[in-house]
């Protein structure tokens, strides 16, 4: 059973002080970290690749960049959406994934992303594109992580501002994953996905008080 949706306070996730204060993050922090991070990975796609061209490498990154929205789509359906019983602790694992953030959608320090989980992701996907692309992958994996600070930066607005209105549409899909059909409406910087795999909720005109705003 869900809990409730909470408009006000925050969950305690861990009894350990230090682990607690490492589950949350300020818009600061996540542009500082999500910057230098990408910065490293396109410092060191250089180094590995002397005399690599400029040109390429701002294609690959802007690919990487392009990319995100649906490795987005698809992590937040499958991993931080995983059904309670696909294994032992998964309930436990998507709650602190995500669920948290369900329970406590306006907790403007558990919208984005805290430092170690992060760096853990970063180190992940780069791994795992430098094996994919070779050379190209740090390039790809700092246009990724960009993405992904985009993304963020754009899900915080959607808990905390009220939306412009060229993002109107776009807010009110987010809010309607989160208050009425949480079983879609899966992007949240693009739509396309949800079109693409059948999980658009039902039209925007149904007549219930789902407001586009923080």
Not at 94 to 117: C, I, K, Q, S, W
Not at 157 to 170: I, N, T, Y
Not at 180 to 196: E, I, N, P, T
């Amino acid at each position: 059973m869900k809990p409730p949706v909470k408009t006000k306070g925050r969950a305690r996730l861990f009894k350990n002080p230090m682990l607690e204060a490492l589950t949350t993050s300020s818009p600061l922090e996540s542009s500082l970290t999500s910057i230098l991070i990408s910065v490293i990975c396109i410092y060191l796609g250089f180094r590995w690749s002397p005399g690599y061209p400029d040109w390429l490498a701002t294609a690959i990154f802007v690919s990487g960049i392009l990319s995100w929205s649906f490795f987005e789509y698809v992590l937040h359906r499958y991993l931080f959406h995983i059904p309670e019983g696909t294994f032992r602790g998964s309930g436990r694992l998507a709650y602190l994934l995500h669920g948290v953030h369900h329970e406590y959608p306006n907790d403007a320090n558990r919208t984005l992303m805290p430092f170690v989980p992060k760096l853990i992701f970063s180190v992940l996907f780069f791994c795992i594109f430098y094996l994919i692309f070779g050379q190209n992958g740090p390039f790809f994996s700092g246009g990724f992580l960009i993405g992904y600070y985009l993304y963020s930066m754009l899900h915080f607005s959607m808990h905390r501002f009220k939306a412009p209105p060229v993002f109107r549409s776009l807010w009110k899909h987010h809010h309607l994953h989160h208050h009425l059909h949480d079983d879609k409406a899966f992007g949240v910087s693009s739509r396309l996905w949800d079109r693409v795999f059948g999980t658009l909720p039902p039209e925007y005109g149904e007549r219930k008080n789902v407001r586009a705003g923080g």
